[in-house]
């Protein structure tokens, strides 16, 4: 949905009461945000070149973020649609669905966070070798990936915790509880990055 509508049509489907899109979609569409600010650093610093490449890495992870956000639109209105009580449905069949459902939607979490700790990557660069006149921008773009950095976790670990509380939780904390801590570190550093450059 992301991909095909305007923003103010994008604002209204987030507002509706469904999970089509959701908080995963958001953490996406902002994370594209902090991409496309990042490439308008990169491009107002091709002078420098320590940042020839970031402007079609971060184009690459801009578009990747926003196909993320499609699919965490669609994995949360599978998730919702499991959630939901069905007439005749036994506690075993219900686990079931859920933690299936819980399984997708975690599988979009963590792509949504492997891009932004990409574009994280790309904002940290340009704090080093970008426009000087231009940090305002990169502190910007450093607490919008916060966001969605912050995003993914909070809807990876709730992802987690769903599937504890119907089935095992083993093989997707394999899978995924290292990813989990990477993105509250990263998240951490990017607020601590946007903080610093506020205050030059």
Not at 78 to 98: E, F, K, T, Y
Request: hydrophobic share 50%.
């Amino acid at each position: 949905m992301t991909s095909r509508v305007a923003l103010g049509d994008l604002l209204d489907a987030l507002a509706r009461d469904q999970g089509d899109p959701g908080g995963g979609a958001a953490s996406g569409v902002i994370t594209a945000v902090a991409a496309a600010l990042a490439q308008m650093v990169s491009r107002y610093s091709s002078a420098e070149p320590a940042a020839a490449g970031i402007d079609a890495r971060l184009a690459r992870l801009r578009d990747a973020a926003v196909a993320a956000a499609d699919d965490d639109g669609r994995a949360s209105g599978a998730l919702g649609a499991a959630l939901r009580p069905v007439s005749g449905d036994d506690r075993g069949n219900r686990d079931r669905r859920i933690v299936e459902a819980a399984a997708g939607a975690i599988e979009t979490s963590a792509a949504l966070g492997e891009i932004a700790l990409g574009v994280w990557a790309e904002v940290r660069l340009l704090a080093d070798v970008g426009n000087r006149h231009l940090m305002s921008d990169v502190a910007v773009a450093a607490d919008a990936v916060a966001a969605g950095l912050g995003g993914a976790a909070t809807n990876l670990i709730g992802g987690l915790a769903l599937v504890a509380a119907h089935g095992d939780p083993g093989p997707v904390e394999a899978a995924h509880g290292d990813l989990r801590d990477r993105l509250l570190a990263a998240r951490r550093e990017a607020r601590g990055l946007a903080d610093r450059l506020a205050e030059e």
